[in-house]
Nanobody
C-alpha cells in the first residue's frame, strides 16, 4: 500500500521550532515536497527536494527559516521549521512526485496532513 504519513505537528509559540516528518511506504518515491493549507486559504507550496537531495526549492515566505531534507535509507522526509510565525499556522502535507516541482498538480501521492499552530 502506497502511503505517506506525516507527524511532528503541534502547538508552538512564536519564534519556536518544530520538525515535521513524513514516513513513506509502498514504493520508492522520487522527488518529494511539503505543502500547507491555512484556514480559509488555498493549499500552497512550502518546499521541495529531489531524490538525491541536491535540488531544493523553497517558498519565499519560508526561505532562511525552513529546511527540507530526506533520509532515503529510512524512507522519511523532514521539514525543520525555525523562527515560526503565526502566519505559519496551517495543516502541513507531504507529497511525492517524479521530478521536484513547486506545482502541486505535479504531485500524485499525498499524506493526510499534520496541524501546526503557532501562538503569539
Amino acid at each position: 500500500q502506497v502511503q505517506l504519513v506525516e507527524s511532528g505537528g503541534g502547538l508552538v509559540q512564536v519564534g519556536g521550532s518544530l520538525r515535521l516528518s513524513c514516513a513513506a511506504s509502498g514504493r520508492t518515491f522520487n522527488a518529494m515536497g511539503w505543502f500547507r493549507q491555512a484556514p480559509g486559504k488555498e493549499r500552497e507550496f512550502v518546499a521541495g527536494i529531489s531524490r538525491g537531495g541536491t535540488t531544493k526549492y523553497y517558498a519565499d515566505s519560508v526561505k532562511g527559516r525552513f529546511t527540507i531534507s530526506r533520509d532515503n535509507a529510512k524512507n522519511t522526509l523532514y521539514l525543520q521549521m525555525n523562527r515560526l510565525k503565526p502566519d505559519d499556522t496551517a495543516v502541513y502535507y507531504c507529497a511525492a512526485t517524479q521530478s521536484v516541482s513547486v506545482r502541486q498538480n505535479n504531485y500524485d501521492t499525498w499524506g493526510q496532513g499534520t496541524q501546526v499552530t503557532v501562538s503569539s
